[in-house]
C-alpha cells in the first residue's frame, strides 16, 4: 500500500508540471495510467485533487468539479444502459414465447370452432357491425352477411322469433337456446349469450342424436299445432262429439255435447257422466262398432230439454272411440214438409190446363199430370212405367207430333241441354198440325227438369189480330191530317191524334190526364166561342139515348173553318173527327196558281233557251270549220300572231260549242228523249281520260292533280262518253274554284253493289243556303273566285248519274273545300230515259 501511494505522488507530481488541465485531458483521451496509478484510481485521484489543491486556484477548482460530474454521469448512464439492454432483450424474449402460445392456442380454438358446421356472430359493445365467422353454406345461404337475415332460410314464424331473441341478448344481454329447422330442411341449433360485453350467437348444425332431437322437436310442435287446431274446430262444431276410453267412459266432449247435455262445462260432463243417448242406443252403437268397426245412424236424444233427431257417427280408435251427432232434426221436419207440399202440388198441376212432365236426373218420368197425357193422348200404362225423355220423343215423333226439324238429333240435344242449364228456357214448337205450343223447360233443384206444355194456338191468332188492328188503326190516326177524338161512354177523351191537339192548341199532359167533354169545352172556348155546331157536337157525346151521327161546319175565331163529324161507335163511344177545310183550300189556290205559273216561266225558258241553242250552233259550227280550215298549212302560211289569234278563236269557238252542247243535252234529258249508250267502261281509263281534258287548265292555274283509284278495281257497265262528261264537268268545276298551288283529288272505289266517283278541291267551299240550289239550271255562284259559268255544269252531272239509277251528293264547307260524290250502282241496264 505505501508504496502504491508513493507511486501515485511521483506520478502526480510528474504530471503537476504539465497542469491539472494536461492531466484531465489525458485521462478523458484515454491515455495510458501507470500500472499502479491504474489499479489504484481512487488513491491517485485523492493525491491528485489534494496536490491539485495545492498548487491550483478557485477556477480550476470550479472546472475540475464540473469534469468530474460529467464523467460521473457518463458512468452512471452507462451503468443503466447496460442493465435496461439486458432487462429488454429479456423482455423481447418473454413475448416472443408468448406470442407463439397465442398462436397455437389461437390455431387450437379455430381448429375446434371449424371442427363443426357452425357459424359465430358477435356484436362487440355499442357497435351495430357483426363479426361473423365460420361456414353459411350449412343454412343455404350463399353469403356470410345473409346469415342474418333469418327470412332468407327459415319459415316466417321461426325467422319473427329468432329476429326477438337477437334483439333481447343484444339490448339487455337475454341469453337464449332454440332449435330450429331451415327451409331446406336441416335442423340445427341457435345459442345466445353475453360474454365479456359481447353478444355472441352460435348458429350449429344438428347431428346425430341431437338432429332427431330437433326433428323431433320439429314435429311435435308441427303435431301440436295440428291438434290445437282440430281442438278448435271440435270446440267450434255445433254438433255434440264425444270420445270414450276402451271402457265406454267419456274423455272428451266439446261445447255443443256441453250445451246439449246441460252441464256447466266440458270437464263437468265428462266427471258426471253425463250421457247424450240412452243406454239402448250405446248397446246398438258398441255392437256395431265391435262387429264393423263403426256405426252410422239415425237416433232421437233429448237435448237441451228438447227431443231431437241425430245422424250419429261413431267409429273405433286405439284408445277406445269416438263419435259425432249432427242434428237432424229440421231436415227430418223439412223433409217432411216437402213431401206433403210435393204432394200437394201434384194434386194442384193435376188440375191444371198446361200439360206438365217432370223427369228426374236420370232423365226418367217421375210425374205428369192429365193434361199432359191428353195433350199427347199417351197411353197412362207407358207413362206410368216411368220411360226416358228419349223414349217419350221418340215415341211423339214417330207418331209426327214434334216439329219437324231438319236435324232432328241437334234438336233434341239442345232440348237436353236442360238438364244442365241453371234458367228456366222459353222453346215454341209449330206442330205439324198446325197447333203451336210454349214449352217451359226449367232445371229442378235436384237434378232434372219440369216441361210445361201450354197451347198457344188461339192466344197467338188472337194477338196477331189484335196487334194488326192497333197497328192499323194506329198508324191511320197518326197520319190523318184531320183531327180525331174518341170520347168514352162517361164522357172523358180516351183517343186522340196530334193533329187534335194541334188544332185545338190543347198540350198533350192535359190531355193525357182523360179530361172530360166539358172541360175540353172550356179548353177550346176561346177557339170555338160556343158555337151552335160545338153545341150539337157536345151533345152527341154526352147523350144517352138519341146517338146518331151529326154533321157541321166551325167557323172559329181565328177565321177557319172546321168541318166537325161525329160518329157513334158500339161500345158506347164517340168518334169526333175535325177537317180544316180552311187551310186546304188556301194552300190548293195558293199551289195551282204558283205550279201555273212555274210552269209557265219554265216552259217559256226552256223554249227559249232550245230555241236559240239550235240557232247558234249552225253558225258556230261553220266558224269552227272554217278556222280549221285557216290552220291547214294547205291553206297558205300564217304569220305568228295570225296563228295565235287563230288559237284564241279555237278555244273560243270549242268552248262555247261545249256549251251549247251542255245546253242541247240537258234540253233533251229536259224533254225524256235522252239515251244511254251502254256497255263496258273501264274505270282507270275514263278517268285518266277526263283528267287530260283539263290537263290545260291545272297548268295554266299552277294545280295539282291526284289521281287515285285501286290497280284491280275493273270496270262497270256505263256510257262511256256520258261517264267521261260527267268526269270532265267536276273536274272543271273545281279547277274554276281551287286557289293557286291547290290541289284537286279524283278517286274511285268499289263496293258490293256500287262504284264511287269522288272530286275532292281546296276552294272556299259553299255556304249552305248555296248549296240547296247548285243543281239546279243556270245556278251560278262566283264564291270569291275570277269564275263565272253559265250554271249548267252540275246540273248536267246530276242528270246524267240519275240517267245511270245513280245519285249524287254534294258536301261543303266554307273555307274548307268541297267533295262532289257521284254513285253509279253494279247493274248490267240503266235507265234509258230521264224522268220527267
Known sequence: ?????????????????????????????????????????????????????????QHQITFLALVLGVVLFAVVTAILLVRTRARAARLDAWSHDEIA????????????????????????????????????????????????????????????????AVDALRARGEAFAMTLTTLGGHPIEAQGRAIGGRAVLRLKDASGVKRELVELVTRYEKLSTEVASLRALVEALPSPVWTRDKAGQLTFVNAAYMRAVEAKSAADAVERRLELLDSAARENIAQARASSGSYAGRLHAVAAGARRTFDVLDFGTETGSAGIG?????????????????????????????????????????????AYRALWDIDAGFLDQGPTDGAVIELLRAARKLPEEQDFRQWKAELHEAYRAIEPKDHTWHLPGGRTLRVVTTPNPDGGVTYLFHDVTARLDLERRFEELIRVQGETLDNLTEGVAVFGSDGRLRLFNAAFARMWRLSPPALAERPHIERITALCQPLHGDAP???????????????????????????????????PLPDGATLVTFHDVTDSANVERALRERNEALEDADRIKIDFVHHVSYELRSPLTNIIGFV????????????????????????????????????????????????LNLGPVDIRETMAAAAEGVQDRLVSAGLTLDIGAPADIGGFVADKLRLRQILFNLLANAVSFSPAGATITLSAERSADAVIFSVTDRGPGI??????????????????????GPGIGLSLVRSFVELHGGSVAIASAVGQGTTVTCTFPLVETAALTAAE
Open 628 to 675: 280549221h280550215l285557216l290552220g291547214d298549212p294547205a291553206t297558205g302560211a300564217l304569220a305568228d300572231k295570225q296563228r295565235e289569234y287563230l288559237d284564241y278563236i279555237t278555244v273560243s269557238t270549242n268552248t262555247l260549242l261545249a256549251l251549247i252542247n251542255n245546253i242541247l243535252d240537258l234540253a233533251t234529258i229536259d224533254a225524256g228523249r235522252m239515251q
Open 767 to 788: 255556304p249552305s243556303h248555296v248549296l240547296e240550289k247548285v243543281f239546279d239550271w243556270f245556278e251560278t255562284h262566283s264564291l270569291g273566285s275570277q269564275h263565272r
Open 533 to 567: 155546331a160545338w153545341q150539337v157536337m157536345r151533345d152527341a157525346v154526352t147523350a144517352i139515348e138519341s146517338r146518331e151521327p151529326t154533321r157541321g161546319t166551325l167557323r172559329r175565331r181565328d177565321g177557319s173553318v172546321v168541318d166537325c163529324t161525329t160518329v
Open 101 to 164: 402460445s397465442l398462436r397455437a392456442g389461437l390455431d387450437r380454438a379455430n381448429a375446434l370452432l371449424l371442427s363443426e358446421p357452425q357459424v359465430v356472430v358477435d356484436w362487440p359493445a355499442g357497435s351495430d357491425e357483426p363479426s361473423i365467422d365460420g361456414d353459411p353454406a350449412v343454412f343455404g345461404v350463399s353469403a356470410s352477411h345473409r346469415v342474418l337475415a333469418f327470412g332468407s332460410w327459415l319459415e316466417p314464424g321461426k325467422a319473427s322469433a329468432m329476429e326477438h
Open 1 to 57: 500500500m505505501p508504496d502504491t501511494i508513493r507511486t501515485s505522488r511521483s506520478y502526480a507530481r510528474r504530471r503537476h508540471g504539465q497542469g491539472i488541465g494536461g492531466f484531465l485531458a489525458a485521462l478523458v483521451a484515454g491515455a495510458p495510467l501507470p500500472a499502479a496509478a491504474a489499479e489504484q484510481p481512487a488513491l491517485a485521484l485523492q493525491e491528485l485533487v489534494l496536490s491539485a489543491h495545492r498548487s491550483i486556484d
Open 326 to 370: 249432427i242434428d237432424a232434426t229440421e231436415v227430418e221436419t223439412m223433409r217432411g214438409a216437402l213431401a206433403r207440399l210435393a204432394d200437394a202440388h201434384r194434386r194442384t198441376l193435376d188440375q191444371l190446363s198446361t200439360g206438365v212432365a217432370m223427369f228426374d236426373a236420370g232423365h226418367r218420368l217421375t210425374f205428369y199430370n192429365a
